[in-house]
């Protein structure tokens, strides 16, 4: 489905999806049972643009719309959602957070690197006490001298064992949200520890962990925006980080109607295609439309995000119903393959375990619909 895309997305779509048809599909069933992506793919990914996408070009990155950003989140989600959360994660979630929020030095030293894929970012934020209710977190940060001292834990944090520089977000005030620091601190920092978190149900090849810091001492120029204003440069940046994941789901969709448009035509029972049967049809129209109305819903909040438009809500909307259609898609899949799409021969059973925390994480299901029904009704749900 084409709809007034330029010649520099399409172009880009197609790069990607070829790169991604040679270089990851051919061995992402691998990976899912390695429980790890094969790193050599990385720097692969930030020569195509993938990394340093809506990153400047004075900052080392290859500049772009949030269009082209939701095209190449789509392929990487048709390809191995592993992959997707690799680049959204560190140069979405925390690259956004330093181009939007950090000192000239701090983008100097690094969004480039983070663009080029030389040092991978995660994004600290979640705790074993702290999901749903982010502005409660308890990780503090101390002040000493000219240094903070961080204490705490972090949870399902993507990228956590592989990563070079952690935003940590962490208490300086008792003030609820806005008592939260932001912090961008470099992992080899003494009392920083990354331990994976092994047996996921999906997202196997992508390194999810658990953070702790035993007082890790960072300077002052450490320190990402002002204090206290950390909880909105989180939230700020899961808007965005809602389209990525949206827009990851769309790839998730789109391989399931491939998958069950090309194992439908061809798989035969009583003397015919299965793709023949009307019930058949039905599973993969309701794929089809889902496969559509996930991507309108993902371009119209990437197209507010280029003019300039507020944006939060259709984030929201989008992250929402591409996430769920998702499940729904790959569940459909899984029915219209039988047993088949049961293992591993096909994608579909994969799909369905990478789709399930979609509606989870950076904010669940229930939290984008009270964002939305706050939005519509003008009373918060949450207080
Ligand atoms: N962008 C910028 N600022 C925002 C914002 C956004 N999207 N959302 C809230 N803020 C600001 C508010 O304007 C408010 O500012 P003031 O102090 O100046 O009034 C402040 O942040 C606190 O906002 P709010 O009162 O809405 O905070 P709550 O604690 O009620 O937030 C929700 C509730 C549920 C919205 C929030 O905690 C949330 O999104 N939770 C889900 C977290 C999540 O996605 N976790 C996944 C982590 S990554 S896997």
Redesign the pocket.
């Given at each position: 489905m084409d709809l007034s895309l330029s010649e520099e997305q399409q172009a880009f779509r197609e790069l990607a999806r070829d790169f991604l048809e040679r270089e990851a599909v051919p061995h992402r069933m691998q990976w899912d049972h390695d429980e790890s992506v094969d790193l050599a793919i990385v720097p692969k990914m930030a020569d195509l643009g993938f990394f340093g996408l809506t990153i400047p070009e004075e900052y080392g990155g290859v500049g772009g719309d949030y269009v082209t950003y939701s095209l190449a989140m789509e392929e990487l989600g048709r390809a191995d959602s592993a992959l997707r959360g690799i680049v959204s994660v560190s140069s979405g979630l925390v690259g956004k957070s330093i181009l939007f929020h950090g000192s000239e030095e701090q983008k100097q030293e690094w969004l480039p690197q983070l663009a080029a894929a030389t040092k991978l970012g995660c994004?600290g934020?979640?705790e074993p006490g702290t999901?749903?209710?982010?502005?409660s977190l308890t990780s503090r940060a101390t002040r000493d001298g000219a240094d903070w001292v961080i204490t705490g834990q972090k949870l399902?944090i993507t990228n956590g064992t592989w990563a070079d520089v952690a935003l940590v977000f962490a208490r300086t005030s008792d003030d609820?949200?806005?008592g939260v620091t932001a912090f961008l601190v470099p992992t080899d920092s003494p009392g920083f520890e990354a331990r994976e978190i092994k047996h996921k149900l999906g997202l196997r090849g992508q390194a999810t962990a658990e953070l702790f810091l035993h007082d890790v001492r960072v300077p002052d120029s450490a320190r990402l925006g002002e204090v206290g204003q950390g909880?909105?440069i989180a939230?700020?940046t899961?808007?965005k980080?809602r389209l990525a994941v949206a827009s990851g789901c769309v790839g998730i969709v789109q391989g399931c109607l491939e998958a069950s448009v090309a194992y439908a035509t061809q798989r035969t029972q009583f003397g015919r295609p299965i793709a023949s049967f009307q019930l058949v049809q039905d599973l993969i129209a309701d794929i089809s439309l889902d496969a559509d109305a996930a991507r309108l819903l993902a371009w119209r909040c990437a197209d507010l995000i280029d003019r300039g438009e507020p944006y939060?809500v259709a984030a929201s909307k989008a992250k929402l119903f591409a996430s769920e259609a998702a499940v729904r898609a790959a569940d459909n899949a899984i029915q219209v393959h039988g047993g088949a799409g049961y293992v591993d021969d096909f994608p579909v059973a994969k799909y369905l375990r990478d789709a399930r925390v979609m509606t989870l994480?950076?904010?669940t299901s229930q939290?984008q619909k009270?964002?939305i029904g706050r939005a519509e009704t003008g009373i918060?749900a949450?207080?």
């Open positions: 994004f934020l979640t999901g749903s209710d982010a502005g399902f609820g949200p806005r909880f909105k939230m700020g899961l808007d980080g939060g994480y950076e904010g939290i009270l964002l918060n949450f207080t």
